[in-house]
């Protein structure tokens, strides 16, 4: 059985028009990984998509923050690389509020999972691979998160991708890759995001462990 790899995200880890056809399943398919894709638009560790609704009200309505869809995922998804890709919604909230339940979403997901490789993908964008918000005095979100990880002896095994540290898309003509919106990938960024992200699996050795 081939090993499985689940993708939480938002918009970008969603893909342009099929799961399929995200970077996270061509990344997973270049590995010869299956794929689940769990993403929702306007998404992020804090933010809970349109209304930025931060708590599910009643059991019928769907889920949205990453660590409310968690429990769903948990009985639906055999998962042997768990890779949460988010944080780009978030950035409308101050970053004291956004780390504490950054720490525990990753916390929740290493007990979900605790078989599983965990990977974090620091937060980008296309046009902004490097993310400096004010409340950071100069570091980036990188930074902050990286931090937040190695600092905490729970997460020594969790894997951490920062794709403005590894100089993805930095001072690069992004035009082809980014669509009318200005800020989604096209599928042609989609191919070269995947490319990217399986060289970052294979340096860091993200080789599950079942």
């Known amino acids: ?95 004291s509020d956004v780390d504490p339940i950054f720490a525990y979403t990753v916390k929740q997901v290493v007990e979900s999972w605790p078989n599983s490789r965990v990977v974090v993908i620091g937060p980008w964008f296309l046009n902004e691979p490097v993310i400096r918000p004010p409340s950071l005095a100069g570091r980036t979100i990188g930074d902050d998160f990286r931090s937040i990880l190695r600092s905490n002896p729970e997460f020594d095994a969790v894997e951490f991708i920062d794709p403005g540290a590894l100089g993805w898309f930095v001072d690069m003509d992004t035009s082809p890759y980014v669509g009318d919106d200005g800020i989604h990938p096209t599928f042609a960024g989609v191919k070269k995001i995947a490319e990217l992200l399986t060289r970052a699996f294979r340096a860091q050795g993200v080789v599950p462990s079942s």
């Open 1 to 95: 059985m081939a090993p499985a790899a689940l993708f939480i995200g938002d918009s970008y880890t969603k893909g342009p028009s099929t799961p399929d056809l995200s970077y996270g399943c061509l990344t997973a398919t270049a590995l010869g990984w299956e794929c689940n894709i769990a993403a929702e638009g306007g998404t992020g560790y804090l933010s809970g998509g349109p209304g930025h609704r931060l708590q599910v009200a009643a059991p019928d309505l769907p889920s949205t923050s990453f660590v409310e869809r968690l429990p769903r995922l948990r009985e639906m998804y055999r998962a042997d690389v768990v890779v949460l890709d988010g944080g780009r919604n978030d950035m409308q909230f101050a970053t």
